[in-house]
């Protein structure tokens, strides 16, 4: 059973930064696809940014390419998600979670194990 705590959101401008961190336990976190999704009032989870076991592979939805990054450190058993450029429309509460396979990483249902959530808001 893999435990996930989000940490790292806040209040923050539009035009600034955060990065949000993952610290995974309770399992080998070198075997699991890693994924950021996110979730506004009222809307569906949407999914961010997802990186291969390996960490050599990562794949951003288009809202957020070129502003986000995920990255994951093995050794500390945790992934991150760098956010630059914020804008009004991230504010969303933000999940980590994790997958034992490849087959649907772009969809919530293809991940098996799931974080609280921690939440992001960027003032305009």
């Known amino acids: 059973q893999v435990q996930l705590v989000e940490s790292g959101g806040g209040l923050v401008q539009a035009g600034g930064s955060l990065r949000l961190s993952c610290a995974a336990s309770?399992?080998?976190?070198?075997?699991?696809?890693m994924g950021w999704f996110r979730q506004a009032p009222e809307k569906e989870r949407e999914f961010v940014a997802t990186i291969s076991w390996s960490g050599g592979s990562t794949y951003d939805a288009d809202s957020v390419k070129g502003r986000f990054t995920i990255i994951r450190d093995v050794a500390k058993n945790t992934v991150y998600l760098q956010m630059n450029s914020l804008k009004p429309e991230d504010t969303a509460v933000y999940y980590c979670?994790?997958?034992?396979?490849?087959?649907?990483?772009?969809?919530?249902?293809?991940?098996?194990?799931w974080g609280q959530g921690i939440q992001v808001t960027v003032s305009s």
């Open positions: 979670a994790a997958a034992h396979s490849y087959g649907s990483l772009r969809y919530a249902s293809g991940y098996d194990y």
């Open positions: 309770g399992g080998t976190f070198s075997r699991y696809y």
